[in-house]
């Protein structure tokens, strides 16, 4: 059987605590649960603006579960610092706008080479694997390869936003074309945002994907049937 690995992004856990800046839910009782229930990493993106998950909460999940942590961030020498600071596992470089309500599509990477290549270099230096955020375009996979990434995490966004409509169909064909030439450049692939229990499958299917990265749809779920059952059920789904 092929393994897709599933990263659980319990980002909205967060939101869900500072929304009343509590302790609770938990981060860590979260992360305990997502390894305990088939999720083969926790995915946390710690933005500029810490509107959800805080540096704390990286640290604590770090120490106090054994367990593979994949972050996201922006590239900024900020983030690098916390990223070194910290040791995750792996590293997805994202892009971050202050207003937007959630990742708005994939690096845009023109002109930012020598910026981008220090700081993959740094990461790659210090043990920890660093994937680009990039939408299904030749041009923005090759380039995160020239600079050094040694993964492409595919933005799913305009997929999922087609479920269901005629464009459905071409935004697979692209995330597939896409796939085959991260695979040629022999770089690990992973895709995500707005993969849900629906829409899951044909990404899962892709030739040589490595690894899913899903978080709201999860979490959602989650609120009806508990962390365990929702992980437990992608995971199946990605099978
Ligand atoms: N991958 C990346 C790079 C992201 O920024 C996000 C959102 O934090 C996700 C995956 C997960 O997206 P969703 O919450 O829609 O599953």
Same mark, same amino acid.
């Given at each position: 059987?092929?393994?897709?690995?599933?990263?659980?992004?319990?980002?909205?856990?967060?939101?869900?605590? &500072?929304?009343?800046?509590?302790?609770?839910?938990?981060?860590?009782?979260?992360?305990?649960?997502?390894? /305990?229930? /088939? /999720?083969?990493?926790?995915?946390? $993106?710690?933005?500029?603006?810490?509107?959800?998950? &805080?540096?704390?909460?990286?640290?604590?999940?770090? $120490?106090?579960?054994?367990?593979? =942590?994949?972050?996201?961030?922006?590239?900024?020498?900020?983030?690098?610092?916390?990223?070194?600071?910290?040791?995750?596992?792996?590293?997805?470089?994202?892009?971050?706008?202050?207003?937007?309500?959630?990742? &708005?599509?994939?690096?845009?990477?023109?002109?930012?080479?020598?910026?981008?290549?220090?700081?993959?270099?740094?990461?790659?230096?210090?043990?920890?694997?660093?994937?680009?955020?990039?939408?299904?375009?030749?041009? *923005?996979?090759? *380039? *995160? $390869?020239?600079?050094?990434?040694?993964?492409?995490?595919?933005?799913?966004?305009?997929?999922?936003?087609?479920?269901?409509?005629?464009?459905?169909?071409?935004?697979?064909?692209?995330?597939?074309?896409?796939?085959?030439?991260?695979?040629?450049?022999?770089?690990?692939?992973?895709?995500? $945002? /707005?993969?849900?229990?629906?829409?899951?499958?044909?990404?899962?299917? =892709?030739?040589?994907?490595?690894?899913?990265?899903?978080?709201?749809?999860?979490?959602?779920?989650?609120?009806?049937?508990?962390?365990?059952?929702?992980?437990?059920?992608?995971?199946?789904?990605?099978?």
């Amino acid at each position: 059987m092929r393994h897709v690995k599933l990263g659980v992004n319990i980002d909205h856990v967060a939101t869900l605590r &500072q929304a009343r800046g509590e302790k609770n839910p938990d981060t860590v009782e979260a992360a305990r649960v997502v390894y /305990g229930s /088939g /999720g083969d990493m926790v995915v946390m $993106h710690l933005r500029q603006d810490r509107r959800h998950i &805080q540096d704390s909460d990286l640290e604590r999940v770090r $120490h106090e579960v054994k367990g593979l =942590i994949h972050l996201e961030m922006a590239a900024t020498a900020e983030m690098e610092k916390v990223a070194l600071k910290y040791k995750p596992d792996s590293v997805c470089l994202v892009p971050e706008g202050p207003r937007e309500l959630t990742t &708005q599509g994939g690096m845009k990477l023109d002109g930012r080479k020598p910026e981008l290549e220090k700081i993959i270099k740094n990461l790659s230096g210090a043990g920890i694997e660093v994937s680009v955020f990039a939408d299904p375009e030749p041009g *923005a996979i090759r *380039a *995160a $390869h020239n600079m050094g990434a040694d993964a492409i995490e595919l933005c799913t966004s305009k997929y999922s936003e087609a479920w269901g409509k005629k464009l459905q169909a071409k935004e697979l064909e692209k995330l597939q074309l896409a796939g085959f030439l991260v695979k040629e450049l022999d770089m690990e692939l992973h895709a995500g $945002h /707005g993969l849900d229990y629906y829409n899951v499958a044909p990404v899962a299917r =892709i030739e040589g994907m490595d690894c899913l990265n899903i978080g709201f749809s999860i979490i959602s779920r989650a609120v009806f049937v508990g962390l365990k059952t929702a992980v437990g059920e992608m995971k199946r789904l990605i099978q």
